[in-house]
């Protein structure tokens, strides 16, 4: 199994990217799907979930601007990231699980992550 995050850059603020997570070794489609983000000294951040690119959740500093999604025949899940602020700046994490659990939002729960991708955002 192996998740392979991409897509992350610089950007100025108020802008928009988009993170791919290519996943191999199971499907997508079937797994809870999530990002994370974290800055150094900082500890790691839920940033959304999903599962089967239903029931999407948010950390309240994303809702609206970010959004999860998947392309089941690319076997990768994405985030776009719109409206982007300094704040968002992080290195953005993948993470997978077979199943969904509500507690989403834990780090500790995913069985699978990708390598990371830095995001920067200036003004």
């Known amino acids: 199994v192996q998740l392979q995050a991409s897509g992350g850059g610089w950007v100025q603020a108020g802008g928009s990217l988009t993170l791919s997570c290519a996943a191999s070794?199971?499907?997508?489609?079937?797994?809870?799907m999530a990002w994370f983000r974290q800055t150094p000294g900082k500890e790691r951040e839920f940033v959304a979930a999903?599962?089967?690119?239903?029931?999407?959740r948010y950390a309240d500093s994303v809702k609206g601007r970010f959004v999860i999604s998947r392309d089941n025949g690319k076997n990768t899940a994405y985030l776009q990231m719109h409206s982007l602020r300094e704040e968002d700046t992080a290195t953005y994490y993948c993470?997978?699980?077979?199943?969904?659990?509500?507690?989403?939002?834990?780090?500790?729960?995913?069985?699978?992550w990708g390598q990371g991708t830095q995001v920067t955002v200036s003004s």
């Open positions: 070794g199971f499907t997508v489609s079937t797994y809870a």
């Open positions: 993470a997978a699980r077979s199943r969904w659990t509500v507690e989403y939002h834990r780090d500790v729960w995913y069985d699978y």
């Open positions: 999903a599962i089967s690119g239903r029931y999407p």
